[in-house]
Nanobody
């Protein structure tokens, strides 16, 4: 029912920055817990960052903490991920995920989310 569309990926040199966006359908976006995950070639999908319904709580993977910022604009039904100081190991397809009826919760677990986008590719060159 919920549709998520990621954008903002591309090719960037190591040390550079990207801002990823996720546009969500529906009128209940403000009730969703949201997250970003990524999947590199030959690897399992892994958690990157999460944010609760009103942005009051955020959670980051150790691999990106300190150089990334997750945010949301509920008036625009949008989720964002700012990535700075990019490294070649950040190369992956990045996915937006949503949890409906989140009850204010937040999670870095794949199975907690019930809607997923198709992903946007990020390639970091060295």
């Amino acid at each position: 029912q919920v549709q998520l569309v990621e954008s903002g990926g591309g090719l960037v040199q190591a040390g550079g920055s990207l801002r990823l966006s996720c546009a969500a359908s529906g009128r209940t976006f403000s009730t969703y817990g949201m997250g970003w995950f990524r999947q590199a070639p030959g690897k399992e999908r892994e958690f990157v960052a999460a944010i609760n319904w009103n942005g009051g709580m955020t959670y980051y993977a150790d691999s990106v903490e300190g150089r990334s910022t997750i945010s949301r604009d509920n008036a625009k039904n949008s989720l964002y991920l700012q990535l700075n100081s990019l490294k070649p190991e950040d190369t992956a397809v990045y996915y937006c995920a949503a949890r409906s009826r989140s009850q204010g919760g937040i999670s870095g677990e794949l199975d907690w989310y019930d809607y997923w986008g198709q992903g946007t590719r990020v390639t970091v060159s060295s």
